[in-house]
Structures are given as C-alpha cells and as structure tokens.
C-alpha cells in the first residue's frame, strides 16, 4: 500500500487493513492535521456555539444580580425560615463525609 502523505510504500497494521497513512511520526502528524482541518470544515459553527455560550452565561450573571438587588426582602425572609433547615443538612452532611473519609 502506498502512504497518502509520503508516497511511500508500507504495509498497513494487520489491526487496520484500510490504513492509508504510513506510521511516520511525519505522516501521523500531517494525518492528524488534516482530520482536524476536515472536522472544522465539517463544523464551522461548533466554536461560534461556545462563544454564544459565554454570553449568555453573562447575561444570566447580570439577571441574577438584578434579581437579587430587587429581592433583598423576599431574600431574608427566605433565610430567616430555612436557616434551620440548612444548618441541620449541613451538619448530616459532614457526618456523613467524616464517616466516609479515613481520618488521617
């Protein structure tokens, strides 16, 4: 089989008989250069997605930040009831991660 990069001859891994790139660290690397290239032409969208992400993360922080500046009442009122409730998780919650975690 010849190599599509080098044009060499090679014999593909018996694991792989449709191999088509030699096993070169050359080859391997243009090999892999070339997928990642495809895959992006495949994709165009994929990284525009994550930056659409980013803001829409900060408009949500901002939201939330609005919400509670407006909401400091209904906020205190809110802790003041569940205080308790809280303080007793937490502490269930430690005993349990104590018990779980050899001491050292």
């Not at 900060?58 to 809110?78: D, F, P, V």
């Amino acid at each position: 089989m010849i190599c599509r990069i080098c044009q060499k001859e090679f014999k593909p891994n018996k694991y792989r008989p449709k191999q088509q790139v030699c096993s070169k660290p050359e080859c391997q690397k243009a090999r892999q250069i070339q997928n990642l290239r495809d895959w992006r032409l495949r994709n165009p969208d994929y990284f525009r997605t994550l930056e659409q992400d980013a803001s829409w993360r900060e408009s949500r922080y901002r939201y939330s930040r609005l919400w509670k500046a407006t909401h400091k009442e209904y906020l205190r009122e809110y802790e003041g009831i569940h205080n308790q409730q809280r303080k007793e998780y937490m502490r269930d919650y430690m005993r349990q991660r104590r018990k779980a975690s050899p001491s050292p």
